[in-house]
């Protein structure tokens, strides 16, 4: 069965299907010379005054020819993309229910196995509290699922009429980091500037808060090290603004750099479940950046060595 | 008459839905241990020698179905129940095949867990009663001219007899409930020995050499313990 299957495999199949076509193309022509140079000698011996239009015909007929082939061959290769796209579509789909199973089905076991329990017995004011906490945390995880998918599909409609104001990109920074200090408590961040010690950017703040509290929580979130460390270097320049996030997390391998902006993406295997979240942070990242008509690249040594993600900002006119 | 307070091991990553099970099992009057990962939860299993175990499938470290299988390889008896996300006949399948008691799909309800734990303690406790030794379901096995002993862990072979360490018994086991079908590296060292996934797998292969030596007739050219490349190990023999 298997050995059926591999015969089927699409870039097999594409490749053959255009080697015949081209075989065919060549074959096609030498044919068509051969017949048509064995009609001349055939037209000379009988003096027949016909060569001018022979000669001209052979050019036309290759031409046509060739571009009928020419355009079967685009055929072939816009189904083959299709194809493709499709595969990895459904991979793309599989890979999304096998991560929000997990990311929606763990807080709403734990909601359910507490408000259970509420029901079942009288427990202490001090006990109820607790748990009542792990519940609001619990919301709160499951709220921010929610608001993950809904926000990609709204940024990546490409029709996002959000407002883009011009602000200071350091002042922007500074405030996020104190108004969401509680979500950071264990990482040490910090934020070199440059001497002028104002960038100004334009942006959408609500968007660009979202990217840095992505950015932010990876970090802390794929990082085995005792402390997690992040340094934002703010850099001008004269046609690009570069924001470089470095920290001290898990690195990727270098084949993972373009991939892990992929929707879905995760390092990890998902068959023994070493991958957590819902692969989608550093995607809205990404469509973030896009709407700001710059760019977000990943740099890491190598795993266990940290990564960089650095975003580019075209600088105000 | 006060029964023995019964023990129940957890092997769960998340925080809340742990605490929140070992809350209802306590307050039900069993003794409760929590694990957040497999390699802890192995370790926890070996020190508490639990009457039961609740494992979560997606772990850190080791996942639940290997933890299951290095369970099963030393005890055929303890009631294992599993408490996956994975709700899907596949995945009860699998977890089912490889041995557990029972499968519960989060989110589950939380009288049904609390009702099928009951259950499956007092099947439990029906099987010691009955004074037969929690090993598992062979005794003896034979490939060729070896013949294996579990109970005393002894094993006759082209080097005489020769008694077994309890590693041996245990790899050698896993390798026979798998006879026929490939083992990686991972697999036999997250089984057979509980090592998460970053371990270096020299000792596997060390262990493979001493099985070649006891138990093959010619161990440069293995007929029982074959190599498979970049695929693992292979068990088998004509029976």
Request: with cysteine; net charge positive; charged share 25%.
């Amino acid at each position: 069965m298997k050995q059926v299957k591999w015969l089927f495999h699409p870039i097999l199949v594409f490749g053959l299907s255009v080697t015949a076509l081209v075989a065919s193309l060549f074959l096609y022509i030498y044919w068509y010379v051969g017949v048509s140079s064995g009609l001349r000698a055939a037209m000379e011996r009988f003096n027949l005054e016909q060569e001018q239009m022979v000669a001209a015909d052979t050019w036309v007929v290759i031409l046509v020819l060739s571009i009928l082939i020419g355009t079967i061959l685009m055929g072939i290769f816009i189904i083959f993309v299709f194809s493709q796209k499709t595969t990895q579509l459904y991979r793309l789909q599989n890979n999304f229910i096998n991560n929000f199973t997990h990311e929606l089905k763990t807080p709403v076991t734990s909601l359910q196995l507490y408000l259970q329990t509420f029901s079942k017995y009288e427990l202490p004011r001090a006990d109820q509290l607790k748990y009542i906490q792990y519940m609001l945390l619990d919301v709160n995880r499951l709220a921010g699922t929610i608001n993950r998918i809904l926000n990609l599909a709204k940024l990546e409609s490409k029709s996002y009429m959000g407002e883009f104001v011009v602000c200071d990109l350091v002042g922007v920074i500074h405030r996020f980091l104190e108004e969401n200090n509680h979500l950071f408590k264990s990482c040490r961040i910090r934020v070199h500037t440059p001497v002028i010690n104002t960038v100004y950017q334009r942006i959408n703040r609500h968007l660009f808060e979202m990217l840095l509290i992505n950015i932010i929580t990876n970090a802390i979130k794929y990082n085995n090290a005792e402390a997690p460390v992040m340094d934002i270097f703010v850099e001008p320049g004269r046609k690009k603004t570069r924001i470089r996030f470095v920290d001290n997390g898990i690195g990727f391998d270098r084949k993972e750099m373009k991939k892990i902006f992929r929707k879905f993406y995760q390092i990890g295997r998902s068959d023994d479940m070493s991958a957590k979240g819902s692969g989608l942070g550093l995607h809205l990242v990404q469509n973030i950046a896009r709407l700001h008509n710059g760019s977000i690249t990943a740099e890491s040594p190598g795993r266990g060595q940290g990564s960089t993600f650095t975003l580019m900002l075209p600088t105000l006119e | 008459m006060d029964k023995p307070q019964k023990r129940i091991l957890i092997i769960e990553d998340d925080l809340h839905i742990a605490e929140g099970i070992q809350l209802n099992l306590t307050l039900q009057g069993y003794e409760v241990f929590l694990s957040a990962d497999g390699v802890s939860g192995l370790n926890q299993w070996k020190a508490m020698r639990p009457d039961l175990i609740i494992l979560d499938i997606m772990l850190p470290g080791i996942d639940g179905l290997s933890i299951l299988q290095s369970i099963r390889l030393e005890d055929e008896r303890l009631p294992v129940l599993i408490l996956s996300a994975k709700g899907d006949p596949d995945d009860r399948i699998k977890g089912l095949a490889l041995g557990v008691d029972d499968y519960l799909a989060k989110p589950f309800n939380l009288e049904e867990l609390l009702l099928r734990v009951e259950r499956l303690l007092k099947r439990g406790s029906w099987g010691r009663d009955n004074g037969t030794s929690a090993v598992s379901h062979f005794d003896t096995y034979a490939f060729g001219d070896n013949r294996i002993d579990f109970k005393t862990h002894t094993a006759r072979c082209r080097m005489g007899e020769i008694s077994l360490t309890e590693q041996e018994v245990k790899v050698l086991k896993l390798f026979i409930t798998h006879r026929g079908k490939p083992l990686s590296r991972d697999q036999l060292l997250q089984i057979g020995w509980g090592y998460s996934r970053k371990t270096s797998t020299r000792t596997v292969d060390n262990f493979i050499v001493r099985f070649r030596k006891y138990f093959e007739d010619d161990p440069r050219n293995p007929v029982y313990f074959k190599s498979l490349r970049s695929i693992g190990y292979l068990f088998d023999h004509t029976s």
